[in-house]
């Protein structure tokens, strides 16, 4: 692993913001990675959505380790342990998922890499932090809501949440999260508007990038 568990927490307490991104073109997504990286991004996750999206992550490693070398790559929709160690072996500095399985959490362990596994309730929460899960993703954010951290937060204050679905750039959605105790946020097409990626406005998503972090230095507390 390039970078240390507690290095991996560490960065996405203080960025706020981890994108969420896949494309079947490894060439788009390295633009799209080297974007981010320009505006200020350090966590990049990455989906295992498609066929052969563990070809793209292993070609975007290698492009992220030579041209952006302080950038973070972790892997996200991984729902089961092979998955999940298939995408370690090929550079994943942590893991992200749509649902808890303690079974990832295992392989997660033995490595050290952080899991972040999809939480909808209190309980599942506390489960997930039983199993070694430093960060808790909330998902999804916009069913949920920022009243679900807030009252969560308050008897389990020390949990880390990192809220997914319904997040957006621009400052009252960020202070509503913020404000109830996210340690960070996932942001995923908002931050990468079709029309950009079409155009190939790599410029417009580092401004985005930017914009975001910018305005969650500001609220957060």
């Known amino acids: 692993m390039r970078f240390s568990k507690v290095e991996v927490i560490q960065t996405m307490k203080a960025t706020g913001l981890v994108p969420v991104f896949y494309h079947k073109d490894a060439e788009v997504a390295k633009k799209v990675v080297k974007a981010c990286y320009d505006g200020g991004v350090r966590a990049f996750e990455f989906t295992n959505r ?3 999206a563990h070809e793209v992550f292993g070609e975007l490693v290698k492009f992220a380790n030579k041209e952006c070398p ?8 991984i729902v089961d342990a092979p998955t999940a160690s298939l995408y370690i072996q090929l ?7 749509p649902l808890f399985n303690p079974d990832v ?6 490595r050290l890499v952080p899991y972040a ?11 997930a932090q039983e199993m070694g899960c430093d960060i808790c993703k909330v998902f999804p954010g916009d069913v949920l809501g ?3 951290v807030k009252n969560l ?5 020390w949990s880390n949440l990192m809220v997914t679905g319904g997040v957006k750039p621009e400052e009252a959605n960020l202070k509503a999260w913020f404000s109830a105790g996210v340690t960070c946020v996932g ?3 908002n931050l990468f508007p079709a029309e950009m990626i079409k155009n190939e406005d790599w410029a417009g998503i580092t401004q985005l990038c930017a914009g975001a972090i910018a305005i969650i230095q500001k609220v957060k507390n």
């Open 70 to 77: 302080d950038m973070i790559m972790g892997i996200g929709s």
């Open 146 to 148: 920022a009243a679900f």
């Open 50 to 52: 498609g066929d052969f």
């Open 187 to 189: 942001m995923g097409s």
């Open 105 to 110: 959490a295992k392989v997660a362990n033995r």
């Open 117 to 127: 596994p999809g939480c909808g309730s209190v309980s599942e929460v506390g489960f």
């Open 91 to 97: 550079g994943a500095n942590f893991i992200v998922g």
């Open 153 to 157: 937060k308050a008897p389990m204050p």
